[in-house]
């Protein structure tokens, strides 16, 4: 059942498939990778792909249970139960999708417990019930393991409850595939970008913390295709976002100009 509408997503391996499979064998997936390298997309497309409503939650460490699950609130005088994105998953069916879930606390990650084993169930105290997932209920979480420090880690327990993916940049190929399309740029421009931009990851762990992204090279190749002069574009979405030290900047910037002249 493939939606013509389906978010643009091109794959780097078998990611589509594994997704597919996961979802038929009701295994819940969690998605690894560097900021900006399509995780987000993916899941989109997927869930467009397989036909499932998908519920969004951006994790942070005042998240509680109940932003997941629901609670009661007052409605003209009464107090009325509103189900929470993760419940409404389960409740109707569809794709849940905990982006960033390791910066939820522990005793938040805990509620998806007997979701993710296989129970696949979900205990509201509040209401007294115990939803039973529905066979299209999936649950996928990401994070990026390059800004973990110990208190941001998955437990054990958690992360044993997944099957877990891997996402890296595109190699060269696939990314000027995606730099094309979601830029517009030309192709003899986008080769050189995509060049230039695995020179600078060469650069990263150096003085970096990430590498140039899949989006900001997007970002960048928009800039230019808008008529920006190549350098100030570079500078704006390849060398400002890395980094605030300038002897770092100024590093990227001499690539960036040994490339492209100027
Ligand atoms: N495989 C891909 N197919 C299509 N577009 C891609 C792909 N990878 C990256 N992109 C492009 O990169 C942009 C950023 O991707 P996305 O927002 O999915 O990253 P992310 O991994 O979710 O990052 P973050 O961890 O910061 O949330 C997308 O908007 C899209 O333009
Ligand atoms: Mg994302």
Known sequence: ?????????????????????????????????????????????????????????????????????????????????????????????????????????????????????????????RTGELLEAPDDFMLVASYNPGYQHVLKSLKPSTRQRFIALELGFPPPEQELKILIRESGLPREKATALINLANRLRELKGQDLEEGVSTRLLVYCGRLIQAGMPILQSARAALVEPLSDDEDVRDGLMETISATFGG
């Open 1 to 125: 059942m493939l939606d013509v509408a389906a978010p643009y997503y091109e794959p780097v391996g078998h990611e589509c498939e594994l997704f597919e499979y996961a979802f038929h064998q009701k295994l819940p997936l969690l998605l690894k990778g560097p900021t900006g390298c399509g995780k987000t997309r993916f899941v989109s497309h997927m869930a467009a792909r397989l036909g499932l409503p998908l519920q969004t939650v951006a994790c942070h460490d005042d998240l509680t249970a109940s932003d997941l699950t629901g609670r009661f609130l007052l409605q003209g005088g009464e107090t009325v139960w509103t189900d929470g994105p993760l419940t409404r998953a389960v409740r109707n069916g569809g794709l849940c999708y905990l982006d960033e879930v390791v910066e939820a606390r522990k005793d938040v990650t805990v509620v998806m417990h007997p979701l993710t084993d296989d129970r696949r169930v979900l205990p509201l105290d």
